[in-house]
């Protein structure tokens, strides 16, 4: 059985929220498959620790 999967998105202006919320909830989202887009992606994989796999940032097509 697969993990679910949690997709995190976040606009330029709440990346550093996203990031904050990710590393309050790391023991949760370990549990999950992650990913995300372009820059939210890195940046919550460098600062949890956790792998979140990167797609196209979203103007460059990631937002669909």
């Known amino acids: 059985m697969s993990k679910k ?3 995190l998105i976040a ?3 709440k990346k550093d929220e ?3 919320w ?3 909830n ?3 989202l370990k549990n999950y498959e992650l990913c995300g887009t372009g820059h939210t992606a ?3 994989a460098e600062a949890t620790g956790l792998q979140v796999k990167g797609f196209l940032a979203g103007p ?3 937002d669909q």
């Open 5 to 7: 999967v949690i997709a």
């Open 11 to 13: 606009h330029d202006g």
């Open 18 to 20: 996203i990031v904050q």
């Open 22 to 24: 990710a590393v309050k």
């Open 26 to 28: 790391r023991d949760k």
């Open 42 to 44: 890195q940046r919550v």
């Open 60 to 62: 460059l097509g990631g």
